[in-house]
C-alpha cells in the first residue's frame, strides 16, 4: 500500500468494536504511514539537541540546546564532566548561552580536556562572567547572529606593560565571527607616562599568529597638533599590541600629553 504521508495526510476512519469489519489493509495502512514518517524524519531527527522540538526551536532562533551539563569551574569557564572529546562540538568562537539568575553571554576562546572532563574557556569580556552558581538554561549557537546575542562585548585593556603607560581609555570592545577577532579602541586626549619607550595595548583574546606581524591594525594616532598613521606590532602568541610613534619604530617620550589613539582591526585566534 502506498502511503498519502508526507504529499498529504492519511485520513482515516474511526472503527468500533463488534461492529466493524477489519482487514489487513487496516493495519498495512497504518504500517505504510509510520514508514513514511520514519523516512522523512530519518535516523536520530534530534541530533545533538534534547528533542526534535528543541531542534527546529534552535532553527528559529539559532540557539541549540546542547544536552550536556555545564558547571562551574572559574570566573571564565565552565567544565563538563566525564563527556570524553567531543571539541568538534565546541569550535572556537562559537557562542554561548546561559542562566545564572539573568541571561549571560559569552564567546567560547578555548577548549581542552582534563581527563575525560571538558573544559570550555568563555569570554564575555567586562560585561559577563560566570558565577559559582548552578548553570541552566544552557545553549551554543553558530549561527552568525542567534537571537539576543550582543556581537559587541567591552573588555579592559592592559595599558601599562612596557616603557611608555597611557594614562586611560574610553573605549574598548571586542567581537569575534569564528576565528577572528575585531577590536575597536579609542583613548582622548590622554597622558603617557613612565620611561620613553613603546606603548602596549592589551588585547581581549591571545592571538594564534605564529609569527610576528607588523600593522595587524589600523592606528591613528593624533598629539594635538598632527595626525599620524603609527606602526604598530602583534607578537605571535601575544595579548598585546605594541604601538610606536610613527612609522619607523620612533619611541613616546618619558612624558607627552595630549594624546588620542584610535585602533582598529582584525587578527586570528
Not at 64 to 82: C, D, M
Not at 186 to 201: D, E, F, V
Request: hydrophobic fraction near 35%; include cysteine.
Amino acid at each position: 500500500m502506498t502511503a498519502s504521508y508526507p504529499s498529504s495526510v492519511k485520513s482515516f476512519t474511526t472503527k468500533s468494536d463488534l461492529t466493524d469489519l477489519y482487514s489487513a489493509s487496516h493495519i498495512n495502512d497504518l504500517q505504510a504511514e509510520v514508514v513514511a514518517i520514519e523516512t522523512e524524519l530519518g535516523t536520530l531527527p534530534k541530533g545533538s539537541y534534547g528533542s526534535v522540538k528543541l531542534r527546529l526551536d534552535g532553527a528559529d532562533t539559532g540557539w541549540i540546546s546542547p544536552g550536556e551539563t555545564w558547571t562551574y569551574n572559574n570566573a571564565t569557564s565552565v567544565v563538563l564532566y566525564g563527556v570524553g572529546d567531543i571539541r568538534e562540538k565546541y569550535p572556537i568562537g562559537c557562542k554561548i548561552k546561559f542562566v545564572q539568575t539573568t541571561i549571560k553571554y559569552f564567546y567560547l576562546i578555548g577548549a581542552t580536556m582534563s581527563g575525560a572532563d571538558l573544559i570550555l574557556t568563555l569570554s564575555g569580556g567586562s560585561d559577563y562572567t560566570v558565577a559559582n552558581a548552578e548553570i541552566t538554561s544552557n545553549y551554543l549557537s553558530y549561527a552568525s547572529t542567534p537571537q539576543g546575542f550582543p556581537q559587541w562585548f567591552n573588555y579592559v585593556p592592559s595599558l601599562n606593560t612596557d616603557d611608555a603607560d597611557l594614562s586611560g581609555y574610553d573605549l574598548a570592545k571586542f567581537a569575534i565571527v569564528g576565528r577572528l577577532c575585531t577590536i575597536e579602541f579609542i583613548a582622548n586626549n590622554r597622558n603617557i607616562t613612565g620611561s620613553a619607550g613603546s606603548i602596549k595595548i592589551g588585547l581581549p583574546v591571545t592571538t594564534s599568529l605564529a609569527v610576528t606581524n607588523s600593522h595587524q591594525f589600523t592606528v591613528a594616532m593624533f598629539n594635538g597638533s598632527i595626525y599620524a598613521a603609527v606602526r604598530n606590532e602583534l607578537a605571535n602568541g601575544s595579548a598585546v599590541v605594541k604601538l610606536y610613534k610613527d612609522f619607523s619604530s620612533a619611541s613616546f617620550a618619558a612624558s607627552e600629553t595630549g594624546y588620542y589613539f584610535r585602533i582598529s582591526g582584525s587578527y586570528p585566534i
